[in-house]
């Protein structure tokens, strides 16, 4: 039993029953309880997603969500509304087509990648070879590659907490950039998605310096599997055509709205999630629920009376194309002092665990999250808080997190396609959502610890 | 008590258990446990749906696969194999976009409908006048719909036995002609489909003599609710392009393949289903299943001796647009003389219930085909068969028919939409087709009894 473990086991023992309200009008069960009422996760979710539609980072559908976002901030009654904005490249989707020629002459579903490249003006023409995973891919000469339309598989199936995500992504993530190195004419990988619909999986795609982009799609799971079928019977060419690519330099915003706390020097919470989406779906899961659940959260604490801390919600921009938002708020904002940072953004489904990532003085903060989220089903995870995308660059200044865990088992069905859309919401969940934010915020603004730096190297 | 049931009872007590196995070479229930460890029908949907692809009605496609299946007939040892053709007017889609204008700026999903005539080269842009249901379509002045873009809408639900095609599809077949009698400049329905992915259900619509075709589409149901609650919002104004129109007359044909019997005298048994598909998918639901079936059964009886019967398999031509193929083969083959006919166009779920019409003297086989059905999970109907599009024409002639009723529940998830792809199939309930059809076909085959017409108005 180390150190920590033994800390914790006395706290236990010490507070069996943690005291759950700080004030009798920011009792976090309570407000827990009522949240499961709401109705303005659904209405941010639904005005966005039907007034707006798709919200591509840095473009006029964007910047039309950030005004959106600030009628909707200021109507609410949140204090500082604005918008913050910043230049970054803007990447726009082009003509996508891609067909087997010969005998079994047919279309194929892609979707170019974000930050795809173009195979120019004309549709190129190339055999298809093959690999089963990004490793083969990477070990494959260069000579097998050159000239040739590369295709990469993977076998991401679905998990409540997403986690094959990160090792299968990274056939979209890096595989471009690998088959460009080799000289080949163009990628298509078997979209990163666990769906068998005709929609595939965008997402962003970076290029290693010096690597010229080369064009870049995803084939949806069906056509996927077509493609395989037939090059089992023998070589595959096609033809393939992607325009899509960078268009200079664009302004894309975040939109920020606080809860004013009564004690400043108490420190901020920061939450929010993204306002920018891919360009297919109108972003209904990702992202428009969790700016929804997260102001919906911060809303009730707000109309429950003054917290201590400040909370602050931030509707991040262009954090699909990686990031850009999430980064010009950090920088921005360097010089406040953040004490939690935690963001929304892997749907709208339940919330089904929470970890977190506190300074040793705050420790007890997370028994008390424990007994306040367990009555809506959310276990106590044994790992570490991580945050996201968005508040990735605040927590790595040696901010806390709390993360709120939702089940990841449907969210690759839509994750980036088209099929991103109200309808895949559930209101039931949207609801259980802003309740555990809501109890969440009720215990961390008003927690009477000091909630310190996490020095280097000291998270849990 | 009527004399039918009166004769219906009197059977049943005579034959508590009626004899199946007419000839030990065809004993219905052993040739129906076979043909659950079937392979042939998975192969059969497979390669045609990878090797061709989409199959539209008088295409290059659709002659590939009449092309595909000779070779595959004659292949596995069926006599007679040949292709029929005949001439038919070709439908082609071409662009097909909508958008949302304004404020709420988005595109819409839609795809064309089978026959729909076009917008013109450029964009149409018009308000929308949107009724809840085609009744409400039909009773609308002209006035309100001249000039506008049409939107009709329905709330079709799934059901075992897909009945609510009949009705709600009416939307699809007669809206666009109703629209365009009364000047509307183009419609878009709600898709006739039970699913919530952004893959528009397309199928065809048909012009009253006299209407000039205007551009036709369906919606997906997620464009669907989005135009619907944008429509609360206020008035809606869509840009739309759609491009489709008839390309002049081009060839089709059927396919045909017979199992000959050893007393010419009996009657053809015909069964099939339809080579063409819509041009979306690969048409692995509809209706590449139902050829892989219906073949798979009659090999089955074939390789195990030589039927009474002659059992003849037809793959039918152009079976979306309209039943070409069904109505070219009806009138060929007039002189013939047929005593069954059935169709498998209904996806490859299992089959759950059975339902004949057979002339007085024949009605015993529906007995022994409860006996041997049931133990696969199906019921016997209480209504009367009525084949389908395909064998349609031969039963209008006063054929009787067998209907082994697949389970819809998801059929119209898929219906007409790019989904409709192999991975749709379950090749365990694929198998229990195979078995059915196989066990049914032992019984009429073999049946001892004179299968004869059955008059005008004397059906069940």
């Known amino acids: 039993m180390n150190k ?83 230049k970054m490249p803007l990447w726009e989707r082009g003509i996508e087509t891609a067909e087997v020629l010969g005998g079994a002459a047919q279309k194929l579903a892609i ?31 260069a000579a097998a590659v050159k000239g040739k339309i590369v295709y990469v598989g993977n076998s991401m199936t679905p998990t409540q907490d997403g986690s094959q995500y990160g090792f299968f992504g990274g056939a979209r993530r890096a595989g471009p950039s690998i088959a460009a190195s080799k000289g080949a004419a163009a990628i298509l990988i078997r979209s990163i ?97 969790g700016v929804g659940i997260t102001t919906a959260a911060a809303k009730r604490i707000m109309d429950a009376g003054q917290p201590k801390r ?39 489904d339940r919330v089904w665990k929470f970890e977190t990532n506190l300074p040793a003085g705050a420790k007890p903060i997370a028994d008390r999250l424990a007994t306040v989220l367990a009555p809506l089903g959310i ?10 995308t968005d508040v990735g660059p605040v927590i790595n200044t040696g901010v806390g997190v709390v993360d709120l865990s939702q089940s990841g088992l449907r969210y690759f069905d839509y994750h980036h396609t088209p099929d991103d859309t109200l309808d895949k919401i559930d209101p039931v969940q949207l609801r259980q959502n802003v309740a555990a934010w809501t109890a969440m915020l009720a215990v961390t603004a008003n927690a009477p610890e000091d909630i310190g730096p996490i020095p280097k190297g000291e998270g849990e």
Chains 1, 2 share one sequence.
């Open 193 to 289: 998605g666990t769906d068998y619909h005709r929609n595939p999986h965008t997402g962003v795609t970076s290029w290693v310096a010096g690597v010229n982009p080369i064009g870049a799609a995803a084939l949806s799971l069906p056509d996927s599997d077509q493609l395989e079928r037939l090059l089992k019977r023998g070589p595959v060419k096609l033809r393939v055509q992607i325009t899509a690519g960078m268009k200079g330099e664009a302004e894309s915003g975040n939109v920020i709205a606080d809860v004013p706390g009564s004690d400043p020097s108490a420190g901020i919470i920061l939450i929010g999630g993204h306002l920018d989406s891919w360009d297919l779906g109108t972003g209904a899961i990702d992202d428009a629920s």
């Open 111 to 141: 979707a170019a990648l974000g930050n795809s490249g173009s195979t120019g003006p004309k549709p190129i023409e190339a055999e298809v070879v093959a690999f089963a995973t990004l490793a083969d891919l990477q070990a494959a000469p």
């Open 310 to 348: 400040t909370i602050r919600v931030v509707w991040f921009g262009a954090e699909e194309p990686g990031g850009f938002g999430g980064a010009a708020y950090a920088k921005a904002h360097a010089n406040e002092r953040h004490v939690l940072a935690q963001e929304s953004d892997f749907g709208a």
């Open 4 to 86: 920590r473990t033994l800390l914790a086991a006395a706290a236990a023992l010490a507070l069996p029953f943690p005291a759950l309200a700080q004030s009798a009008a920011h009792d976090p069960v309570a407000l827990r309880d009522a949240a499961l009422s709401d109705n303005l996760a659904w209405e941010i979710t639904e005005g966005l997603t039907t007034e707006v539609g798709q919200r591509l980072a840095a473009t006029e559908a964007e910047a039309r969500a950030r005004a959106w976002a600030v009628k909707k901030l200021t109507a609410l009654g949140f204090k500082n509304v604005h918008i913050e904005t910043y």
């Open 379 to 388: 276990s106590r995870g044994r790992g570490t808080a991580h945050g996201g």
